[in-house]
């Protein structure tokens, strides 16, 4: 009888109804066995689990963080949110894109890092639902390359003013070295470096779903594994540097003069980064199950809402609410020494 109940129990996928012949108290005492007779028990298959009653093997609870929960509604209304803004912001700067104070924060910067910061909300989309083979390869290496687009065009933008400020002192043509070309190579080269680690990351070890069911006992935890660590570690390593140097780059340039105060704006902006991504790390090892998922999503948001509102807020209201700050004269004024 114990032969046949263990080959019932391991050939059908159903939840199979077992005859209880005796009162096994080693069977009550675990969680993932039923009784077969008066002496022996069954253990159930790994997705499965007993029931109460302890003659059943049910399925155990499957979890990840779904698109059709109240959790999942807010992660896509918080996206489409920073996505609407990213889009406004975007549209006032290309309405008024003759003005002086667009044309003096370099304008193609500009629309290329709302555009970066659009893909950094929407890749955010991408966490949500059930893992597939792709949607775990999207997730990091989209991540990767879209954050690292981002930090690059900010970079570059704080190259800008610092040589902007240098470029006043007598005897100095820095800025023929960094040209609209230059600016374009650089974000080009830096984000390619992220897409190469990338791509050599998908082709050695690439991310892939996987079912944890050693963190709950009943419930299966359906998550994204990642692959080659290394390669993780890479792309980590690679956006934290640069993130590091862009604020260094803005905190140094941050005494400049007001005229010259996109360094301020961009050092509280990867100040904000750098401290949510640094918080991310306990939240993220702490949460269990879905809410890892749902503390990465909320880290990806909020270091590119605080991107946006610190760089482009302060422009937007000058734009829109202070057009009369917005003039030539005053972007151009006398600059200070570092």
């Keep these: ?14 939840p199979n109804t077992m005859s209880v012949c005796g009162n096994n108290q080693s069977c009550i005492k675990k969680k993932s066995f039923i009784v077969s007779d008066s002496t022996d028990c069954v253990k159930c298959p790994l997705e499965y689990w007993s029931n109460q009653q302890k003659d059943r093997c049910i399925p155990k609870k499957i979890e990840f963080l779904s698109f059709q929960e109240v959790l999942g509604y807010v992660l896509v209304a918080l996206a489409l949110v920073g996505v609407c803004l990213a889009l406004g912001a975007a549209a006032v700067f290309f309405q008024f894109r003759e003005t002086p104070i667009v044309r003096a924060n370099n304008s193609e910067l500009s629309f290329l890092l709302l555009f970066a910061l659009t893909l950094c909300f929407l890749c955010s989309l991408i966490f949500i639902g059930k893992p597939t083979g792709w949607s775990c390869m999207l997730r990091r290496t989209a991540f990767g ?10 970079l570059g933008k704080t190259i800008l003013v610092v040589i902007a400020f240098k470029a006043t002192l007598p005897n100095n043509n ?5 040209g609209p070309m230059q600016q374009r190579l650089g974000v080009f080269g830096l984000t390619f470096l992220q897409g190469l680690i990338c791509t050599i990351w998908l082709i050695v070890s690439p991310p892939h779903p996987m079912k944890n069911m050693t963190y709950y006992r009943n419930v299966i ?6 692959g080659s660590l290394k390669a993780f570690y890479f792309v980590s390593s690679y956006i934290g540097t640069l993130s590091t140097v862009c604020f260094l780059l803005a905190f140094l340039a941050r005494k400049l003069s007001d005229n010259f105060n996109d ?3 961009i050092t509280f902006s990867m100040l904000i980064f750098c401290a949510v991504w640094i918080t991310f790390i306990p939240a993220y090892v702490s949460s269990p199950g879905k809410y890892t998922v749902a503390v990465e999503v909320f880290a990806i948001w909020a270091s590119s809402f605080g991107l946006l509102i610190c760089i482009f807020a302060p422009k937007c209201y000058i ?10 004269k005053n972007v151009m004024g006398k600059g200070s020494s570092l």
């Design 145 to 154: 390359i879209v954050f690292v687009l981002c930090i690059s065009c900010i």
């Design 1 to 14: 009888m114990v032969r046949s109940a263990t080959s019932q129990v391991h050939t059908n996928m159903e």
């Design 221 to 226: 935890i359906l998550e994204c594994d990642m």
């Design 174 to 178: 820095l800025m023929n070295w960094f």
């Design 319 to 328: 734009i829109l609410l202070k057009p009369e700050n917005n003039t030539k």
């Design 263 to 265: 360094a301020k704006y």
